[in-house]
């Protein structure tokens, strides 16, 4: 079977007819950023941010035409509309999926649209990447499960999403009512990924816009139900998709994931800054690979230097939550698809992660009054 060319997409595309310019999508030029590798197909259709709700048969027609195709293995469009000429700010407005469109709003409104039954929403995030931020975020998740907690968990990282191998789901999001999706889940908790969109190796080569687009449609498009609480793994750093939940979702807080040496910290300080600007209130520091505790002889190692988050957590006026070691079971049971916090519940590490879980809850508690609520953000 030949390779899908972008030609024979475009080709299959100029079928598909644009209803506001009544030319097809490709003769209109609303196809943005269109990218194929090894079959799976990506792309956006840029519309006026006031149609964005009419233009969702537009998307799904497109879509559905795209993985028609011979060689087409996977098929993932979204809406992108660029912000009407005149309104403040200069970055582009995302306009995602089946949503009625509405006008521009308090940030807390526009969180509570997207997700109107999450009752709160952490962020779990990192100043840079390599520091364990996805598996500090998963078995947070499982902490808080394992509390009696309903729990989701949303994949926020479109260009390295890691949380169906983590959580140890294949397979794509099936459609009940054929309007949302309904979310993969295990171990008791509600999963969604970019990654249940494309195969594991296919980049996400992406502009700012269409990351927005796409994180919006996996909280509005996905039917998460009632939830108390949604993890949300950030990805690392602090670009589109940071500002993207910090503006668009009411989170109740956010949970700063660093290694104890400086340079991590440096990156570390700049996320939880992000935050703190935003007024996303930071419940606290996670130090992970804290420290190597050696299986043969029981003997401890600083790898990475010992106490530098902690340390960090107080001078930024922020809780400490608790320290990680490296551990090799973490590792591998990470890749495996099976968390230690499940797959070795009677281990330390998993222990240490119940205890921060504990302190995030009771943070949210703090935070809503006991009701989980999310507190009113306004950006500014």
């Known amino acids: 079977m030949s390779e899908i060319t972008k030609d024979d997409i475009l080709e ?61 293995v996977s098929a993932t469009v979204v809406l992108t509309a660029e912000r009407p000429q005149g309104t403040s700010g200069s970055q582009p407005q995302p306009q ?20 109107p039954g999450v009752k709160s929403i952490i962020a779990v995030a990192s100043g840079k990447g390599g520091v364990g931020k996805s598996t500090t975020a998963v078995n947070i998740a499982l902490g808080l499960a394992a509390g009696g907690h309903s729990v989701g968990l949303l994949d926020a990282d479109i260009y390295g999403p890691s949380m169906p191998r983590m959580m140890g789901i294949s397979g794509r999001p099936n459609s009940a009512d054929g309007k949302t999706l309904d979310p993969m889940q295990n171990y008791g908790i509600k999963v969604m990924s970019i990654g249940f969109m494309i195969d594991e190796e296919t980049p996400m080569i992406w502009r700012g816009p269409m990351v927005q687009s796409a994180l919006e449609q996996m909280m509005r498009d996905v039917n998460w139900g009632e939830l108390d609480v949604l993890v949300v793994d950030m990805p690392p750093g602090t670009g589109d998709a940071q500002l993207t939940m910090a503006q668009r979702v009411p989170l109740t807080g956010a949970v700063i994931v660093s290694t104890p040496q400086d340079i991590a910290l440096l990156d570390a300080r700049k996320g939880l800054n992000m935050f703190r600007k935003v007024d996303v209130p930071v419940f606290g520091v996670v130090e992970n690979m804290s420290y190597f505790l050696c299986p043969d002889n029981n003997k401890r190692y600083d790898i990475f230097g010992h106490g530098g988050a902690k340390k960090e957590a107080e001078r930024m006026g922020v809780d400490f939550l608790g320290e990680v070691p490296i551990e090799i079971d973490i590792r591998e049971m990470s890749d495996k698809g099976t968390p230690i916090t499940v797959a070795a519940p009677e281990s330390q590490s998993a222990e240490n992660y119940r205890t921060i879980a504990g302190k995030v809850w009771d943070k949210i508690e703090k935070a809503t009054g006991g009701e989980s609520r999310a507190p009113k953000i306004v950006i500014q």
């Open 96 to 115: 995602g999926g089946a949503a009625p469109s509405k006008p521009a709003g308090p940030a807390q409104q526009q969180g509570a649209d997207l997700l």
């Open 12 to 72: 299959a595309l100029g079928g598909v007819i644009d209803p506001i310019s009544g030319k097809d999508v490709v003769s209109a030029g609303i196809i943005q950023g269109l990218q194929t590798k090894d079959g799976n197909v990506a792309f956006a259709i840029e519309v006026p941010a006031e149609r964005g709700a009419e233009m969702e048969p537009l998307r799904k027609e497109a879509e559905n035409t795209v993985f028609a195709l011979s060689g087409v």
